[in-house]
């Protein structure tokens, strides 16, 4: 997020919301879907 802030990008609250929560939620979907347990990754 910093390297695209100093190339000229913007950062928002969409930004900031997508950064911190897509971690969570692609770990979600694994156990969703049945795989493995991603703590112990």
Known sequence: MTVGYLLGG???VGTLAFALLVG???QAAVFA???RDT???
Do not use: D, E, K, Q
């Open 10 to 12: 913007t950062v928002g």
């Open 24 to 26: 969570p939620g692609v």
């Open 33 to 35: 879907r049945g795989g």
């Open 39 to 41: 703590a112990r990754l």
